[in-house]
Protein backbone atom coordinates (compact mmCIF):
# COMPACT_ATOMS: atom_id res chain seq x y z
CA UNK A 1 0.00 0.00 0.00
CA UNK A 2 3.11 2.31 0.87
CA UNK A 3 4.14 1.95 -2.66
CA UNK A 4 0.60 2.78 -4.24
CA UNK A 5 0.40 6.21 -1.98
CA UNK A 6 2.56 8.33 -3.77
CA UNK A 7 0.73 11.29 -2.30
CA UNK A 8 1.02 10.27 1.16
CA UNK A 9 -2.51 10.09 1.66
CA UNK A 10 -2.66 7.27 4.23
CA UNK A 11 -0.86 6.84 7.17
CA UNK A 12 0.13 2.82 7.86
CA UNK A 13 1.30 1.82 11.00
CA UNK A 14 1.70 -1.24 12.49
CA UNK A 15 -1.03 -2.53 15.38
CA UNK A 16 1.84 -3.42 17.62
CA UNK A 17 3.34 -0.32 18.10
CA UNK A 18 3.48 0.69 21.75
CA UNK A 19 0.38 2.88 22.41
CA UNK A 20 -2.14 1.97 19.61
CA UNK A 21 -4.52 0.51 21.65
CA UNK A 22 -4.62 3.98 23.63
CA UNK A 23 -3.65 6.48 20.55
CA UNK A 24 -7.19 4.89 18.48
CA UNK A 25 -9.20 3.36 21.07
CA UNK A 26 -9.48 -0.02 19.37
CA UNK A 27 -9.09 -3.07 21.89
CA UNK A 28 -5.84 -5.69 21.25
CA UNK A 29 -8.37 -8.29 20.51
CA UNK A 30 -9.78 -6.24 17.90
CA UNK A 31 -6.10 -4.86 16.32
CA UNK A 32 -5.22 -8.46 16.41
CA UNK A 33 -7.86 -9.53 14.62
CA UNK A 34 -8.17 -6.94 11.50
CA UNK A 35 -6.85 -4.01 9.81
CA UNK A 36 -8.04 -0.65 11.00
CA UNK A 37 -8.65 3.05 9.59
CA UNK A 38 -9.23 5.74 11.45
CA UNK A 39 -9.99 9.17 9.63
CA UNK A 40 -9.16 12.65 10.76
CA UNK A 41 -12.54 13.18 12.61
CA UNK A 42 -11.70 9.90 14.44
CA UNK A 43 -14.15 7.56 12.31
CA UNK A 44 -13.37 3.86 12.89
CA UNK A 45 -13.75 0.84 10.16
CA UNK A 46 -12.27 -2.53 10.27
CA UNK A 47 -11.46 -5.24 7.67
CA UNK A 48 -12.91 -5.31 4.43
CA UNK A 49 -14.36 -1.66 4.84
CA UNK A 50 -10.99 -0.49 6.00
CA UNK A 51 -9.54 -1.83 2.94
CA UNK A 52 -12.50 -0.62 0.98
CA UNK A 53 -11.61 2.78 2.59
CA UNK A 54 -7.78 2.50 2.06
CA UNK A 55 -8.47 2.29 -1.57
CA UNK A 56 -10.48 4.82 -1.66
CA UNK A 57 -8.01 7.51 0.04
CA UNK A 58 -5.46 6.40 -2.61
CA UNK A 59 -7.68 7.56 -5.18
CA UNK A 60 -6.68 6.68 -9.02
CA UNK A 61 -7.69 2.98 -10.50
CA UNK A 62 -8.48 1.94 -7.01
CA UNK A 63 -11.40 4.15 -6.32
CA UNK A 64 -13.64 1.87 -8.71
CA UNK A 65 -12.61 -1.52 -6.89
CA UNK A 66 -13.50 0.66 -3.56
CA UNK A 67 -16.85 1.84 -5.16
CA UNK A 68 -17.07 -2.15 -5.97
CA UNK A 69 -16.32 -3.34 -2.70
CA UNK A 70 -19.40 -1.12 -0.78
CA UNK A 71 -22.24 -2.98 -3.33
CA UNK A 72 -23.99 -4.96 -1.25
CA UNK A 73 -23.79 -8.27 -2.39
CA UNK A 74 -19.97 -7.32 -2.46
CA UNK A 75 -19.35 -6.06 0.60
CA UNK A 76 -21.03 -9.40 2.06
CA UNK A 77 -18.68 -11.46 0.50
CA UNK A 78 -15.53 -9.17 0.83
CA UNK A 79 -16.01 -9.35 4.79
CA UNK A 80 -16.66 -12.95 4.63
CA UNK A 81 -12.96 -13.44 2.30
CA UNK A 82 -11.37 -10.89 4.52
CA UNK A 83 -12.33 -12.64 8.02
CA UNK A 84 -11.28 -15.95 6.05
CA UNK A 85 -7.83 -14.59 5.09
CA UNK A 86 -7.25 -12.93 8.42
CA UNK A 87 -7.66 -16.32 10.15
CA UNK A 88 -5.19 -18.09 8.49
CA UNK A 89 -2.85 -15.02 7.85
CA UNK A 90 0.10 -17.20 8.26
CA UNK A 91 -0.51 -19.23 5.36
CA UNK A 92 0.06 -16.54 3.42
CA UNK A 93 3.71 -16.00 4.08
CA UNK A 94 4.78 -17.06 0.87
CA UNK A 95 3.86 -13.71 -0.72
CA UNK A 96 7.04 -12.76 0.78
CA UNK A 97 4.97 -9.72 2.33
CA UNK A 98 7.08 -9.04 5.24
CA UNK A 99 5.14 -7.43 8.30
CA UNK A 100 5.70 -4.15 8.96
CA UNK A 101 7.39 -4.87 12.65
CA UNK A 102 9.84 -7.57 11.21
CA UNK A 103 11.37 -4.74 9.22
CA UNK A 104 14.51 -2.76 10.36
CA UNK A 105 13.93 0.44 12.25
CA UNK A 106 10.59 -0.75 13.22
CA UNK A 107 10.42 -1.01 17.28
CA UNK A 108 6.73 -3.22 18.09
CA UNK A 109 6.15 -4.96 20.93
Known amino acids: MKARDRAGRVLALPSQLPGT ?3 FGIS ?4 DR ?3 TVDRRGRKLAGAAAIARTLEALGGPWR ?4 LLR ?3 VAWLAKG ?11 F ?3 AVTPECDR ?3 HCT
Open 93 to 95: RWL
Open 71 to 73: LPG
Open 81 to 91: TYAWVAAHRRQ
Open 104 to 106: PGV
Open 28 to 31: RPDL
Open 64 to 67: PLAA
Open 34 to 36: AAW
Open 21 to 23: TQR
